[in-house]
């Protein structure tokens, strides 16, 4: 089935105890993106890669790392996480940076920082 | 002020009732305009994408974008409960899917 997998779905850490938030998708696709999911807020755009070793940042990428070693894999790293990146994150992939195609998202990781 | 602002409602209608959600936006340079579907504990999934002025249709959905008001539309007809979920709107410039921005998102509820 194709798909974006996101790992762990949930997640509680205190604050500055560094964290992984691994993406896969099995799709081939050459785009793949974060965002993260406030209140209020909407999505935001953390990072994006638009092919292996090419990543940059989106809006909101204070405090997050993103790396992308192979085409199917996305890991968001957050080195010293704090309480303000409590929130809803997805990681998403696309065949192209194109416009018209469309972007698929994974189920979503819910990230509590004590 | 955002560059995208959506009502976030919630919005509850009866079962076949005619839905509108809408956006607003400031930035004259988004050109291309999609509409999202969430459902809870999901991720959003793409339902309508239009590019420039105009209205699409796709079954029970029309999406409307008017550029000179900087105004979008997504209209829902004969609602469903299954439409129950929250909406999301997304516009872009020219760098595509690059720099995707987002509505909050509007909550609907259809009630049976």
């Known amino acids: 089935e194709a798909q974006v997998t996101q790992n762990p779905r949930y997640l509680i850490t205190v604050t500055g105890k560094k964290l992984t938030v691994t993406c896969s998708q099995n799709?081939?696709?050459?785009?793949m993106s974060w965002y993260r999911q406030d209140p209020g807020l909407g999505l935001r755009q953390i990072y994006y890669?638009?092919?292996?070793?090419?990543?940059d940042k989106g809006d909101v990428p204070e405090g997050y790392k993103v790396s992308r070693k192979e085409k199917r894999n996305f890991p968001l790293i957050l080195e010293s996480p704090s309480p303000n990146q409590t929130s809803l994150y997805f990681c998403?992939?696309?065949?192209?940076?194109?416009?018209?195609?469309?972007?698929?998202f994974g189920p979503g990781t819910r990230l509590l920082v004590l | 002020q955002k560059e995208v602002e959506q009502d976030p409602g919630p919005l509850s209608v009866p079962e076949g009732a005619i839905v509108s959600l809408n956006c607003t936006y400031s930035?004259?340079?988004?050109?291309?305009f999609m509409w999202y579907r969430q459902y809870s504990r999901k991720g959003p999934e793409l339902l309508m994408y239009?590019?420039?002025?105009g209205n699409k249709e796709d079954g029970r959905f029309t999406a409307q974008v008017d550029k000179s008001s900087k105004y979008i539309s997504l209209f829902i007809r004969d609602s469903q409960p299954s439409d129950s979920a929250t909406y999301l709107c997304?516009?872009?410039?020219?760098?595509?899917?690059?720099?995707?921005?987002f509505g909050q998102g509007t909550r609907l509820t259809i009630n049976p």
């Open positions: 799709m081939n696709h050459e785009y």
């Open positions: 997304a516009m872009s410039g020219n760098q595509g899917a690059q720099k995707l921005v």
């Open positions: 890669s638009m092919n292996v070793e090419v990543t």
């Open positions: 998403a992939s696309s065949p192209s940076v194109l416009i018209q195609e469309t972007q698929y």
């Open positions: 930035n004259s340079a988004f050109q291309y």
């Open positions: 239009t590019y420039s002025s």
